[in-house]
């Protein structure tokens, strides 16, 4: 009887190490970055240079990312309607990651103009101005969303820059440009789209769709906003029409959305045409969701 009991005894503790050792391990998270699109014409490229790439851990521990290959520069403008790049594949140990840091090569706000910025922005004319950031060469950028690297496993990760809600103009005599990123982290299989086509477009005006989680949406976000701000402060995310009436917003996570249909006229916004509420979003699927806008209540 004894000898049976010291049988269980360790078989129970070989079980119970073996599982311990199962949990304990490292993971690969595969890190990309993609762009929420910017809402007005006259931008043709928002460029950030990305020099080091920091994660949080459960236990509010900030780790770097040490094989990430910095700097490297983006423009964000060339990741829109699901386009992503990959900025690299990094082993962490495995367990649950909440936060990510990007610390960027740019002129921190209050500094004199900058002849080379990190950062910075392009109009269509080809000029640029910089983009001066609070502390993005100190303290970083964070992106906020909890995400679980698996044990001999690969999570696919995308940090969504919203370049529309990041970059805002001053509006002193002395104008400047800030760069206070906005970024969610988005795990790709659990994220969808919604796309389609734009009908009855008047001419001379742009379209753009803000998505929003449903019933989230407010009138006053439409309205004009405070210095430092902007409109539609709420949504997820948007996407302009293009010239053939198309748009694709990207990066969705799974559940039910309400678009925002509205006009822009010379870059300048118009009004809100209507709503189309509770679009369904699933993981890994495109949503079709035309849009007439004669039918817009």
């Known amino acids: 009887m004894k000898r049976l009991l010291f049988m269980l005894i360790a078989i129970v503790t070989t079980i119970y190490l073996t599982s311990c050792e199962e949990q304990t391990g490292s993971g690969i998270i595969k890190l990309s970055i993609t762009d929420s699109p910017i809402d007005t014409g006259n931008v043709t490229g928002v460029f950030i240079t990305v020099t080091e790439i920091q994660v949080r851990n459960s236990d509010s521990v900030w780790l770097t990312m040490d094989n990430f290959d910095g700097p490297k520069i983006y423009n964000l403008m060339d990741l829109t309607r699901g386009v992503s790049d990959l900025l690299g594949n990094f082993s962490l140990d495995g367990g649950r990651y909440n936060q990510i840091r990007f610390i960027l090569d740019a002129p921190v706000k209050g500094t004199s103009k900058p002849v080379t910025p990190g950062c910075y922005i392009q109009f269509t004319d080809s000029s640029t101005e910089p983009l001066f950031v609070p502390s993005g060469a100190q303290s970083g950028f964070k992106a906020v969303g909890s995400f679980t690297v698996p044990v001999n496993g690969t999570v696919d990760i995308t940090a969504d820059f919203d370049v529309r809600k ?24 659990q994220a ?20 929003y989680t449903s019933g989230t949406y407010k009138e006053e976000e439409a309205n004009t906003p405070t210095v430092e701000g902007n409109r539609f402060p709420a949504a997820v995310s948007s996407d302009m029409a293009d010239s053939q009436g198309f748009y694709h917003i990207a990066f969705l996570a799974e559940g039910g959305y309400d678009l925002v249909i509205t006009t822009k006229v010379n870059n300048s916004f118009g009004e809100v045409l209507g709503i189309i509420n509770n679009i369904p979003v699933v993981s890994k699927k495109t949503t079709r969701q035309d849009i007439d806008l004669s039918q817009l209540k």
């Open 166 to 189: 990041s970059v805002i103009k001053t509006g002193s005599a002395t104008s400047r440009y800030i760069l206070k990123p906005v970024i969610r982290l988005i795990a790709d299989n």
């Open 192 to 211: 969808g789209s919604i796309s389609g086509n734009i009908t009855n477009i008047p001419e001379g005006t742009s379209i753009v769709i803000y998505a």
